[in-house]
């Protein structure tokens, strides 16, 4: 099982509409999460963290599910600026240091 | 800032010759991570430093592949010789650790290699 797995789309939505990814990993220990975007042909970066009481920014809301392992992503309102590659993020790891794993992206893209 | 340095930014060669990929990480940053993204696999971490020391390089696909960081503000990843599979953008981040986590953990704009 990979440690981190989304659905790959892509999602094809109207602007205006409401999309929600979703991401499951498997190590239960993880203790950090995240959602990282990826424009097309360029890095990863940061879209926001993933607090166990859920949060927002904006138009984006993420929660997380410890008890499923379960990660989502909501974005209301979607602009055509948002068609990306969304990337689930967790930081896992066995013992000490623990580092970022990726899952492969959910791409969106947001037609006029 | 001048973020993370990736040089560079497009490489291709032909099969067998030898690659060198650079890294400059953001000052201050104490953890730097080689990964590599291709489309079938998504980004996959190769290995990564904690102050110049290599920690963890069970990611590196084999002896072909060889990664240092001489110094703080300094990295390179060579892959000799190179293979038609080898062909994929690789990335570098850094980041500061605080405990057993991560904090501003930022990519570089990455390196397209492509060898033919």
């Known amino acids: 099982r990979k440690e981190v797995e989304q659905d790959p789309g892509p999602f094809n939505v109207p602007e205006g509409a409401t999309v929600a990814f979703n991401c499951t990993y498997s190590?239960?220990?993880?203790?950090?999460f995240f959602w990282y975007r990826q424009d097309c042909r360029k890095e990863p970066k940061l879209l926001m963290s993933?607090?166990?009481s859920g949060n927002e920014d904006g138009r984006f809301t993420a929660q997380l599910n410890r008890a499923s392992q379960y990660i989502s992503l909501l974005i209301r309102d979607s602009k055509l600026s948002d068609s990306a590659t969304y990337l689930c993020v967790v930081n896992t790891g066995d013992t000490g240091f623990q580092k970022l794993v990726f899952g492969t992206g959910t791409r969106l893209l947001v037609s006029p | 800032d001048a973020g993370v340095i990736q040089s560079p930014r497009h490489e291709v060669t032909e099969m067998g010759q030898e690659v060198t990929l650079r890294c400059k990480p953001i000052s201050g940053h104490d953890y730097l991570f080689w990964y590599r993204q291709t489309m079938m696999r998504g980004l996959e971490l190769l290995i990564y430093?904690?102050?110049?020391?290599?920690?963890?390089d069970s990611g590196m696909p084999e002896d072909r592949f060889s990664a240092k960081m001489p110094n703080a503000s300094f990295s390179t990843l060579k892959i000799q010789p190179s293979e038609p599979r080898d062909s994929a953008v690789y990335f570098c981040?850094?980041?500061f650790g605080v405990g057993s986590l991560t904090i501003g953990y930022t990519f570089g704009s990455g390196t397209r290699l492509t060898v033919v």
């Open positions: 430093f904690n102050n110049n020391v290599p920690i963890d």
């Open positions: 190590n239960s220990a993880s203790q950090s």
């Open positions: 993933v607090y166990s």
């Open positions: 981040a850094s980041s």
